[in-house]
């Protein structure tokens, strides 16, 4: 059974995804840490009949008392955006919100799994890699900026054009979380997808700009928390389903391409070299990243320009995120 520990349980996403892990029959613990209103949030939640106990911790005097013994760690703390704004203009509070958080896991619970939801995912999955090292309990394997949402909007966005396909749909998506760095690789998806250029463009835009159009629809209250949860329910799941059975998980993420050096030299080929971290697909394991999954076959010319377009967005991104814990270390 497992240990699963939600960092900013009392927000948008904190409170949807604690429900949803609250249904998960294999987790047995579920440690709800929030600065606010999470007493409230977590004694609802307990209510529910299901086996998993319900622990809630406020404040940060009792952050670590919420870290002991956790298998996940999962992060959905810090600001959202609001509309006119980018995922990058909201670097600077949610960077020092991860560097506290990822400190504290490197200090209580150094062999956890840990899934970063809060945004810039293309910046906060460094710093916290940088911030675990400095720690000295760095494993790449063990680190995922969550990503599935852009797998999960892929497929139901195909849906709203080809009523007739099936929502399991699987779509590779790569490169990092915002904008132009999402790139769906719609020429692998399973089964084929029959769309024209001009629907292969649109849907790959509309991939991409997904997020900004929930945060227009919220004016102003924010922005994708329910879809949001019901993606990050479905990685834990994912994950959690890998530790117990032989059968090939997959599921998108940002890693430390580091987790796999086999499967990266083939993301690198296609135009992401030099690059740390890469959103890919990922075989789950007890170990978290168990290795990269091999596309099979060729990405088309438009594909192709896409991955080398985020490649150069997202080495400027990391860079900065290294830079940060360099400068406030
Ligand atoms: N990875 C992805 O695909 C997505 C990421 N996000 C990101 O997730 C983050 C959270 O979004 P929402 O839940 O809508 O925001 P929200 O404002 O509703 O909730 C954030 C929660 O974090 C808590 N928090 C703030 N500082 C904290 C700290 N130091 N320690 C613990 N908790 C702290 C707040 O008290 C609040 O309860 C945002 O950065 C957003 O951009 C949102 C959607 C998709
Ligand atoms: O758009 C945002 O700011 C939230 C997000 O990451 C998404 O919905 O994909």
Redesign the pocket.
């Known amino acids: 059974m497992v240990s699963v520990a939600v960092l900013g349980a009392a927000g948008g996403i904190g409170q949807s995804l604690s429900l949803l892990l609250k249904l998960n029959q294999s987790i047995s613990r579920l440690a709800l840490y929030d600065i606010v209103a999470i007493p409230g949030v977590a004694t609802d939640i307990s209510h529910i009949n299901t086996n998993s106990t319900v622990e809630y911790y406020i404040g940060q005097a009792r952050l670590s008392a919420a870290l002991q013994d956790v298998d996940i760690v999962l992060i959905p703390a810090g600001i ?2 609001k509309p006119g704004m980018t ?1 990058d203009d909201l670097f600077n509070i949610n960077a020092s919100i991860i560097r506290e958080l990822v400190e504290a896991v490197a200090d209580n619970c150094p062999s956890a799994l840990i899934a970063i939801i809060s ?1 810039p995912v293309n910046f906060t999955v460094p710093i916290a890699a940088e911030i675990l090292k400095a720690r000295g309990v760095y494993n790449p394997q063990h680190l995922f900026g969550v990503t599935t ?1 852009d797998a999960v909007r892929a497929a139901r966005f195909v849906r709203d054009i080809r009523p007739n396909m099936d929502t399991s749909v699987y779509i590779p998506v790569v490169g990092g ?1 915002s904008g132009n760095t999402i790139v769906p690789l719609l020429s692998f998806a399973e089964p084929q997808l029959d769309l024209g250029q001009e629907e292969i463009e649109e849907l790959v835009h509309r991939i991409q700009y ?3 159009e ?2 227009k629809a919220k004016s102003g209250a924010g ?2 928390t329910l879809s ?1 949860a019901y993606a990050a329910a479905r990685f834990v799941k994912s994950l959690i389903q890998s530790f117990e059975t032989d059968l090939v998980i997959v599921e998108p993420a940002l890693v430390d391409l580091a987790a796999d050096p086999q499967g990266a030299r083939q993301i690198k080929s296609l135009g992401a070299d030099g690059l740390a971290f890469f959103a890919v697909p990922v075989v789950l394991g007890k170990m978290g990243v168990k290795r990269i999954e091999l596309l099979r076959g060729e990405p088309s010319v438009l594909e192709r320009k896409g991955i080398e377009i985020a490649a150069a967005a997202l080495k400027i991104s990391i860079d900065k995120g290294i830079s940060y814990v360099a400068k406030t270390s």
């Open positions: 959202p955006r995922r945004n949402l979380h997904g997020g900004d929930v945060v922005s994708a949001m």
